[in-house]
């Protein structure tokens, strides 16, 4: 079935304003309905709609008149002007000052229908690219995930569960455990694979930008705003949109992300129209938002928007079953990056890995693979190897017994810390966490000097 639209009709015969939404309606489309240009602009000032029919001939306010001011608002709004026979020259100008289309009169149900469906087209395709363009300035992770241990696969039950319905997922755990990769797997198991995931990183976007992204905004909202933007929420209309480290948002732009998410819809900055979305909402966080809402870091009417469904993501020490898998997968997507073409791990290698408390989590044992396959001077990799890189701390159990898991950990970054010169970015770059993760870890083991 064809997705619902809002649709507008401006129009001053009400034979034609109610055919044209009783017709419509048929089809499943919300129709509002303006008598006159001047109406027709009210509404336009307070609500976005999908497609707009406009008549041209009106007595308080022509529908040339009317058109200019719309593309001024919106230059994106797709608008199908109606005409009559006689007026096919002015239908013609209104075609240079942006309408989508033209329907002369009289028209059949047919024509309605089918100028409304291509102008459906126009409006998904001028979604559809600038979801492109943000896709293209991101890096994203593959959408295959490879497990073998209980825990994953428990994780993978819940998400077949629930990826076919419209359910708010929560997805917690460490950095590095996947949680985007997950976000995208539940995308594509449901029924709106065909249109936009699209993610926000919240630990990324200042509190005075983060409304711009998510929200949009009009040309002239700020300085240097000197064009119309599609926020995210628009993006992932009809799609999955996924707030990456959701807990990092600010108390006032969580108060917004609420109202939009409780009302469906959303205001672009520097405008007063309200423009409605049909997303699915899906939300990631390496912090307990519980301890946050009890110290008031988080607000806990939108903690229960978001946590309507909870998954967690178990840290990769405590999958190791899925450690050489894992090895072996991202072994497979880099070989041929090397100046030889790697063929495996030795045994010695994989049980190397096995034993490691990896606080880099999945991500971390990604970039050492792809950083073992570029440094390989032979077809194996070996734990010598491993050591060799200066990427796996190899500190073997000492008199006293094995070592503990956390001081493994502790051992690990300082000597990657040392290794990078204290630079703590690149530090946090080969550990595969991010730098408030290190921070956090280097506060922790008192090696914040």
């Not at 492109?132 to 209980?150: F, G, Q, Y």
């Amino acid at each position: 079935m064809t997705n619902q639209l809002k649709i507008l009709v401006i129009d001053d015969d009400v034979t034609m304003r109610d055919a044209c939404r009783e017709i419509l309606t048929r089809s499943h489309h919300d129709v509002e309905l303006a008598e006159s240009g001047s109406q027709g602009l009210a509404l336009l000032s307070r609500w976005a709609y999908d497609v707009i029919l406009l008549d041209l001939r009106m007595p308080d306010l022509d529908g040339m008149t009317v058109l200019r001011q719309i593309r001024e608002q919106d230059p994106e709004g797709v608008v199908i002007v109606i005409t009559g026979h006689g007026s096919i020259g002015a239908a013609v100008e209104a075609m240079k000052l942006g309408a989508f289309d033209f329907l002369p009169k009289p028209f059949s149900p047919d024509e309605l229908r089918q100028a409304v469906d291509k102008a459906q087209e126009k409006r998904h395709l001028l979604l559809e690219n600038a979801y492109l363009k943000e896709e293209l300035r991101r890096r994203s992770w593959p959408t295959d995930i490879v497990c073998a241990s209980p825990a994953m696969s428990r994780v993978m039950e819940m998400v077949q569960r629930v990826a076919p319905t419209d359910t708010t997922v929560l997805l917690t755990g460490e950095s590095g455990t996947g949680k985007g990769l997950l976000a995208r797997r539940l995308h594509e198991l449901s029924p709106r694979r065909d249109h936009a995931f699209v993610s926000v990183d919240c630990s990324t976007l200042v509190p005075t930008l983060f409304e711009s992204e998510v929200f949009g905004h009009v040309k002239g909202a700020y300085t240097g705003a000197d064009s119309n933007k599609i926020g995210k929420f628009e993006l992932a209309d009809h799609g999955t949109l996924f707030f990456d480290e959701v807990a990092n948002i600010s108390r006032d732009i969580q108060a917004k992300l609420l109202k939009a998410v409780e009302d469906r819809a959303i205001t672009k900055v520097g405008s007063h129209r309200v423009v409605r979305v049909d997303t699915r909402l899906v939300a990631a966080t390496n912090q307990d938002l519980r301890q946050a809402v009890k110290s008031g870091a988080f607000r806990e009417d939108l903690f229960y928007r978001l946590n309507v469904l909870h998954i967690h993501l178990p840290p990769l020490r405590q999958r190791p079953e899925d450690v050489p898998l894992l090895a072996e997968y991202f072994l497979q997507r880099f070989r041929n990056l090397g100046p030889r073409r790697v063929r495996g791990l030795t045994a010695a290698a994989q049980e190397t890995l096995a034993r490691y408390p990896w606080p880099g989590n999945v991500r971390e044992l990604q970039n050492m693979v792809q950083r073992l396959v570029v440094m390989a001077s032979g077809q194996w990799i070996d734990a010598a190897d491993l050591e060799g890189a200066g990427i796996l701390a190899t500190e073997r159990a000492d008199e006293q017994g094995p070592l503990r898991l956390e001081e493994m950990e502790r051992l690990h970054i300082g000597r990657v810390l040392r290794q990078m010169g204290g630079r703590r970015g690149e530090t946090a770059e080969a550990l595969g966490i991010d730098r408030k993760t290190l921070r956090q870890k280097l506060r922790r083991y008192d090696l914040d000097a």
